[in-house]
């Protein structure tokens, strides 16, 4: 059996620490934070997120857990409406998306992982350096003023797109895009609220609502690049401005901001690592291939590249191969899947941005054709749901 230290407690890190402590692996993760608590991140849970826990049996251990079901994805265009498009038009064996807060999710898998005694999960725990050892790796471990060095036979970055074990290792991105930021902040939900993920485009700018567990609604307003620090500089009335000219659900809220704390901003980044294995270091998730926020896929896509790494580490400890060409195969297997997403999501920012008006105006202006044509269903399709060849024998 092998030791393996996972750095971040994220979905990722969390799916691949419980899935390779269950194959009997002696597992620590380290997560610098001193929970769960993460706000604005990855809530949204795709039938492509469904259908993999369904395949490792996590799924009815996760629906047991308090969430919200969403029922389709609606787009509007200056408050008309242009598509309504079902998700069981999308995946008939699981018809919805689940909305889930990332701390119930992570809680979820914590619960079920802790009951394998040679699974261990230390927060307000960091990686400070790594040493390389020809039997082992020797980890230098931050706890607050204290540290700790252990031992293992892999180590996993899974901390995020800002992954520090990437840093100190050296291991480097081949690209990065940064096109615009989401700038969210939630409202109370009304009771006749739909369950539905909706997308407005308007002249004051693009924005989302969808409801948020347990009574919310999370909103999110698509804003170039830096828009958002400039729009801070010139004070709270010009955000109020706007998010009153966006939509009548926002009045209230918007008459209400003295200032801009109850805004989050995530920046919209894509990126994609060179190598995400080198000498017993691999890398998974935004570590490995930092997603977007379009199509709300950012944590089914880390999840599967987890899933897949249990598969490839369990066969390398089993055949005692640690190699680079070993450790390579989840690169190999999950690359193209990765850079067809991260491709969909580069040319669905050039059509959505702000500033693409004439691609916008095709766009809206084609939408319910393609819709009633199906094709942006089979497009969805492709983009939210398992394709095969996702996961191979890896013995």
């Not at 990332?102 to 790594?130: C, G, H, R, V, W």
């Amino acid at each position: 059996m092998g030791r393996v230290c996972i750095s971040g407690a994220g979905p990722a890190g969390m799916t691949l620490g419980l899935l390779l402590a269950r194959k009997g692996h002696d597992v620590h993760i380290l997560e610098s934070m001193k929970d769960f608590h993460r706000e604005f991140r990855g809530e949204v849970l795709m039938p492509l997120f469904s259908q993999m826990m369904n395949e490792v049996g996590l799924l009815e251990k996760i629906l047991s857990a308090d969430h919200l079901k969403l029922q389709d994805v609606q787009i509007f265009n200056e408050g008309k409406a242009l598509s309504n498009i079902r998700f069981e038009e999308i995946c008939k064996e699981f018809p919805f998306a689940i909305w889930m807060p990332q701390p119930i999710l992570l809680q979820t898998l914590y619960d079920e992982a802790k009951q394998y005694p040679n699974f261990k999960l230390s927060f307000s725990s960091s990686i400070e350096s790594l040493t390389r050892q020809p039997s082992h790796l020797q980890i230098d471990i931050k706890r607050g003023i204290e540290k700790e060095t252990i031992e293992a036979d892999l180590v996993v970055g899974a901390e995020g797109r800002w992954s520090h074990l990437r840093k100190i290792t050296n291991m480097e991105l081949e690209f990065e895009s940064y096109g615009f930021d989401i700038v969210w902040f939630e409202l109370p939900r009304p009771a006749d609220h739909p369950r539905s993920v909706q997308g407005f485009f308007s002249k004051e700018g693009n924005f989302l609502i969808a409801p948020k567990y347990p009574d919310l609604l999370q909103c999110g307003l698509l804003m170039p690049k830096d828009a958002f620090a400039k729009m801070m500089k010139s004070g709270i009335s010009s955000m109020k401005e706007k998010l009153i000219h966006s939509h009548s659900a926002f009045k209230n809220f918007a008459e209400s901001l003295e200032d801009f704390s109850h805004f989050h901003v995530l920046q919209a980044k894509i990126a994609f690592a060179k190598k995400w294995a080198e000498d017993r270091v691999v890398l998974i998730g935004d570590a490995a291939h930092t997603m977007s926020p379009i199509g709300a896929i950012g944590v089914s896509i880390a999840t599967g590249t987890a899933i897949v790494a249990a598969d490839i580490m369990d066969a390398a400890f089993a055949s005692n191969d640690l190699s680079d060409e070993m450790l390579s195969k989840i690169q190999k297997i999950r690359e193209q899947d990765v850079r067809r997403i991260q491709n969909f999501q580069l040319q669905a920012e050039r059509t959505i941005q702000t500033g693409a008006t004439w691609r916008r105006h095709i766009f809206i202006r084609l939408l319910p054709l393609l819709v009633k044509m199906g094709i942006i269903q089979r497009l969805m399709k492709s983009i939210m749901t398992l394709r095969s060849g996702w996961k191979v024998d890896s013995r």
